[in-house]
């Protein structure tokens, strides 16, 4: 009688949670409905660039910085293909089509961190605030619901993909024959082929070329380049002169660098891995988080989420194949 008892017990709590569940699972399906058909509209949006390896000047001449920019040192870089975009939601949901049984950190912890002006009422109420009262760790938010359980990337399948971890994205990569750069990599390519620039464009500031915070921080933006939060990848063109989108603003991107503190001894410091380029709550003179410039770099856990934290992929050239490719280029003009 008590087996039998214990038994019902347990069968109606499990057709509780099912009950209660339910609604939520139909839900977060009825907001991605429709985006298989979506997806490969943005095909365009997964070009790369080969890049001839070299030697350059890495880092940029400002003592002030405490990042590890400082001092500027010369770098030997093989050649690589870059993605020319930071990885988007379209094609990070492509992914997990293949490879339905990777869930990423976000989803498996159950929360990230998202700017606080990006989510619902309704989400903020149950989320839980950080030590920097802008980032928020929302309940729910992972790579397809960026500000929160109640949202979707049905109609911003162009953003970069947010909320991964640097084991997500060395994931995608790999699914993909590439890995994720080294910072030295990241950085070579992001200049562009010019050597010792402040921005990926040139020497000074140019207003829409980049997603960056506008105005007094954390409570208001001005909007000057009419995006709020995430933009699309290709929403300010090319930066550099390798035809390169969103080197620097709108998303950091994961490295596998390994991150030292400059002044703490390397056997005391927690494991952390470089992330370059910026975000949209960065600016021009650094009175807000951090300043925005190409030699730029932060250490971060390698389990770190955000909504401002994404990553593109390289593909490493063995230089004996490059000069090979080259060859036959040549060729071709000179037939031509």
């Not at 379209?90 to 089509?97: E, T």
């Not at 400059?262 to 650094?286: A, N, P, W």
Request: overall charge positive; hydrophobic content about 30%.
């Amino acid at each position: 009688m008590d087996r039998q008892r214990w038994r019902n017990i347990h069968l109606n709590a499990v057709k509780l949670l099912i009950y209660l569940c339910i609604p939520q699972l139909t839900s977060g399906l009825d907001l991605i409905n429709g985006i298989d058909e979506q997806v490969d509209k943005y095909e365009y949006l997964n070009l790369v660039r080969t890049v001839n390896g070299g030697r350059f000047m890495m880092g940029i001449n400002d003592p002030r910085s405490d990042s590890g920019e400082y001092p500027p040192h010369k770098i030997n870089v093989g050649s690589f293909i870059i993605d020319r975009f930071p990885v988007t939601n379209a094609r990070f949901w492509k992914f997990r089509q293949k490879r339905s049984r990777h869930f990423t950190g976000s989803e498996i912890r159950g929360w990230s961190w998202v700017f606080w002006d990006l989510i619902s009422n309704e989400t903020l109420a149950k989320s839980t605030p950080s030590r920097d009262p802008w980032w928020v760790a929302v309940h729910g938010a992972t790579w397809r619901k960026p500000e929160g359980p109640d949202s979707t990337i049905k109609q911003t399948l162009d953003r970069p993909v947010v909320h991964v971890n640097l084991n997500d994205a060395a994931t995608f990569c790999q699914n993909e024959g590439k890995r994720l750069p080294t910072e030295h990599e990241w950085e070579y390519a992001a200049r562009g082929g010019e050597n010792g620039l402040t921005y990926p464009w040139g020497e000074s500031y140019k207003r829409n070329r980049a997603n960056i915070w506008q105005g007094p921080f954390p409570n208001s933006t001005k909007h000057r380049d009419g995006w709020k939060g995430l933009s699309p990848v290709d929403a300010f063109g090319p930066q550099n002169d390798y035809k390169m989108f969103d080197v620097v603003g709108n998303v950091w991107e994961w490295t596998t660098t390994r991150y030292y503190e400059r002044l703490v001894d390397r056997r005391l410091q927690e494991e952390m891995y470089v992330v370059k380029g910026g975000s949209y709550i960065d600016t021009v003179d650094g009175k807000a988080n951090h300043i925005i410039r190409t030699a730029q770099r932060m250490g971060l856990s390698p389990d770190y989420t955000a909504h401002n934290v994404g990553f593109r992929c390289v593909l490493p050239i063995p230089h004996e194949k490059f000069n090979k490719q080259s060859s036959r280029k040549r060729r071709r003009r000179d037939e031509l």
